[in-house]
């Protein structure tokens, strides 16, 4: 082969398979850095990190002191299996058995498979082939990625990045998991963070995170769950303060004066990194939620300090006093569910926001795909998700392109009608022409209304304009423009066949613009109404303040005055009620004729 | 390959490789949804899936549409290597895209480590006859140093758009059973012989 050995290895990893395994077996650390670690590199190291992770499951098991790390192991394939919705269903299965032949067949296979290579075409090129495929399952989706980019155990930066959350909420996916599970199930749970779940258990979870599973948490209790969240927090490397911070929190957290415990806390909240930042107020947010159900899960402040301060790596001190002082710290803390990105299966979403929302989603999820295989986490699975992935993102920008082609189509549409109409309307009204000065129009009347001078009338004129204005502009920016006053039904028909694509849109916007109009129009009339009613109110009034101005004298009593004053006020209140109410009437009407035009247009439409 | 339930029609991955401009995406997006799209607008990478009939036999197309631009090779390599068939692009009215090929057909022999790779060079645009810049022998001449076939097509008449594809997938699928024919025959194509071919190193 004229081709340089490092990539023919990297395709063939048995190739030197023996002699790699000699050179490489004492470099025990594989950077995932720019010099680039070959797919070979990284099966060789698996076949030794398999062992080596067995010893590190054992040791876990050994920390914790409970079950053995080996039950863990053997229960893993079938549970694997279990608790994926995923779709590599057989895998798991083969990978037990052939994990248990692989170590005695060990060296063997692998002097076959260095044959096998060299001489390509060979008749024992089948059987060979066989275990190379066998090989290639096993190695290369079972453990790799656990050890190269896992999620617990690293710094919380890393954690992050190679658990990550693709909604933009930059906190590893197992921690939001277990904290919206327990916020979904286990805040009425007795003792919850007391109480631990069975080591064997959340190792598995543990893993199954690790290798990028999918993991449902449904399927496990709140015990475990719990357990689990509190041995990611407990493996970060350093506490959630900050090993500088941590002493200042601490000193901060034993001030007796609460307001001024309150004050430090806060600042020091602040001068967290971000990543930290967040962490520390999903977890106080949560577990201050959970003390919030203290009669049902009696777990007092107290006692959810005192079981997550080592967790934590803090006092019980500090950790009361976070929860104490929670709402003041994390005002702004939401604990938003977190929505996986979708799965060919799944069906995507028509609004275009929740498209461009996906579509970063999935982007995120690709990226980082690419980047855990360019260290080497290559599979078939991994390569199926990758195209599958690419698959949604090819689809999503599709179906965007055309939802944002048939907008452009259609708003060109109503320019044209727009233009007709305008044209046919010349000389009316000057607030015809374009929506954006019917839509000034009712504000500007308003303020008109300001000017004038003040009464209890005039507010009730400012009221009903404010939300005249309101809904055309809210109604008239959802179909973005164009306001055709006399926009029926019946001239949008012979046009709309043109395009067929269009017509249910165009139908539905046209209704919609025909019924805005009706609504405009009728408060138009209506605010013309009111404003005649307020000279002939405000004349009345001025008369009326006619007679305390002139009869200054004792003529006519204050107590006059104010009885004539607040009759008034009634009589002023009564109307404004009256107003309000032929609005809501008119409204009304606009809606009914808005169902029958409706009604009329799709009969057109079918016929 | 094989992996999926039996259930399931086959699936054959197909990969478009070319540099910028050469018309990966309208000769995807032709085959696909028999639409030719006018305005140039720079693939990162697209993947598409469809259900076809190949010589009466239901299978699914994979299809991805990589970048021709060099700023993203960085993920090619990851596509590249889960490719089972590749079409390899150039347009015939510029010179430096039939250049570029060489460049391509290796590093996909790079990644995939095998010559017999199924792999198609692919003249498009071969509606624009009198901008021709790449004669059909120089191609074909290449094509049968390499000893892959060349095929001249047009995404804008859909000249051979389908040919192309098809041929390809004839020959992901005539590979494949070449390999369960050696894997003691547990394929499922088992029965589609005829279109076997021999393969000697």
């Given amino acids: 082969m004229d081709f340089e050995s490092p990539d023919v290895m990297k395709d063939f990893p048995g190739l030197y398979a023996s002699d790699i395994h000699k050179t490489k077996s004492n470099d025990p650390e594989y950077s995932d850095d720019a010099e680039k670690v070959t797919k070979k590199d990284i099966l060789i190291g698996k076949r030794k990190d398999k062992k080596d992770k067995k010893d590190k499951e054992r040791g876990y098991a050994a920390l914790e002191g409970e079950s053995s790390a080996e039950e863990s192991y053997e229960v893993s394939p079938s549970k694997s299996k279990k608790s994926k919705s995923f779709k590599f269903p057989t895998k798991s299965k083969e990978k037990r058995e052939k994990s248990r032949e692989k170590d005695k067949e060990f060296t063997e296979k692998k002097k076959e498979k260095d044959k096998r290579t060299e001489k390509k075409i060979e008749k024992d090129k089948e059987k060979c082939k066989v275990e190379k495929k066998e090989k290639k399952v096993k190695s290369e989706d079972w453990c790799d990625i656990a050890e190269v980019l896992p999620i617990f155990g690293v710094n919380l930066k890393l954690a992050i990045e190679h658990g990550r959350c693709h909604d933009g909420i930059d906190l590893p996916v197992p921690v939001r998991a277990c904290i919206e599970y327990v916020e979904d199930h286990g805040l009425t749970f007795e003792n919850v963070y007391k109480v631990s779940g069975p080591k064997s258990k959340v190792l598995h979870l543990k893993k199954l995170y690790n290798q990028r599973e999918h993991v449902n948490l449904s399927d496990y209790d709140v015990p475990t769950v719990t357990s689990l969240l509190k041995m990611f927090l407990r493996d970060l490397p350093e506490p959630v303060f900050t090993a500088d911070l941590l002493i200042r929190f601490e000193e901060a957290g034993a001030i007796l004066n609460v307001a001024v415990r309150e004050k430090h806390l806060k600042i020091l909240v602040g001068n967290l990194p971000e990543t930290n930042r967040l962490l520390l107020s999903w977890i106080t947010v949560h577990l201050y939620n959970v003390t919030l159900n203290e009669r049902l899960n009696k777990m007092s402040p107290q006692n959810i300090a005192l079981c997550l301060s080592s967790t934590l790596q803090t006092s019980q001190r500090l950790l009361s006093s976070l929860l104490f002082h929670c709402p003041a710290l994390f005002p702004n803390t939401v604990l938003e569910h977190y929505v996986y990105p979708l799965t060919s299966s799944s069906q995507l979403p028509d609004d275009p926001e929740l498209m461009e929302q996906e579509l970063l989603k999935q982007e995120s999820l690709l990226a980082q795909i690419h980047s855990e295989m360019n260290v080497g986490f290559i599979s078939k699975q991994r390569e199926e998700l990758l195209w599958e992935v690419q698959r949604i993102i090819t689809q999503l920008k599709r179906k965007l392109k055309t939802a944002n082609k048939d907008r452009e189509l259609l708003f060109e549409k109503i320019d044209e009608q727009h233009v007709e109409e305008t044209t046919e309307n010349e000389g009316e009204r000057s607030a015809t022409p374009t929506i954006s000065s019917e839509a000034e129009a009712p504000p500007s009347q308003s303020a008109e209304c300001v000017e004038e001078p003040t009464t209890v009338e005039m507010e009730v004129t400012t009221e009903i304009a404010a939300p005249v204005s309101d809904t055309n502009l809210s109604d008239s920016s959802s179909c973005e423009k164009h306001s055709v006053k006399d926009a029926e039904p019946v001239e949008v028909t012979p046009s709309a066949p043109e395009n067929k694509l269009l017509n249910n849109a165009l139908a539905i916007l046209q209704i919609k613009n025909t019924f805005l109009n009706n609504l405009k129009e009728s408060f138009l009339k209506q605010i013309e109404q009111e404003r005649a009613e307020i000279t002939t109110l405000e004349a009345q009034l001025s008369q009326k303040d006619y007679i305390p101005f002139y009869g200054d004298t004792n003529s006519v009593s204050l107590d006059e005055i104010m009885d004539l004053l607040q009759k008034e006020n009634q009589i002023l209140q009564i109307k404004k009620i009256n107003l309000v109410r032929q609005i809501m009437e008119q409204q009304e009407e606009c809606i009914d004729l808005k169902t029958k035009i409706d009604a009329c247009t799709k009969n057109v439409f079918l016929t | ?201």
């Avoid at chain 2, 305005?39 to 899936?49: F, L, N, V």
């Avoid at chain 2, 991805?64 to 993920?75: H, R, V």
């Fill in chain 2, 1 to 201: 390959m094989s992996k999926k339930p039996v259930t399931q029609p086959a699936l054959h991955k197909v990969i478009m490789v070319g540099s910028g401009g050469v018309g990966k995406s309208a000769l995807t997006l032709q085959f696909m949804y028999d639409e030719f799209v006018e305005d140039y607008e720079p693939t990162k990478a697209d993947s598409y899936r469809k259900k076809i009939l190949l010589d009466g036999e239901e299978v699914q197309i994979d299809i991805l549409d990589t970048a021709g631009q060099e700023d993203y090779a960085a993920i090619r390599d990851n596509y590249f290597r889960s490719g089972e068939g590749f079409l390899c692009i150039f347009s015939i009215t510029e010179d430096e895209s039939f250049q570029a090929t060489q460049d391509f057909r290796e590093q996909i022999l790079r990644v995939k480590n095998d010559e017999n790779i199924p792999f198609l060079l692919v003249g498009n645009k071969c509606d624009l006859e009198e901008r021709r810049k790449v004669t059909y022998q120089e191609a074909s001449d290449r094509a049968k140093q390499w000893g892959v076939t060349y095929v001249e097509t047009s995404a804008k008449t859909r000249e051979h758009v389908d040919k192309v594809f098809f041929d390809l997938m004839r020959e992901i699928r005539a590979r494949k059973m070449e390999e369960n024919k050696t894997n003691n025959g547990r394929g499922k194509d088992k029965n589609k012989r005829k279109k076997i071919k021999c393969v000697i190193l």
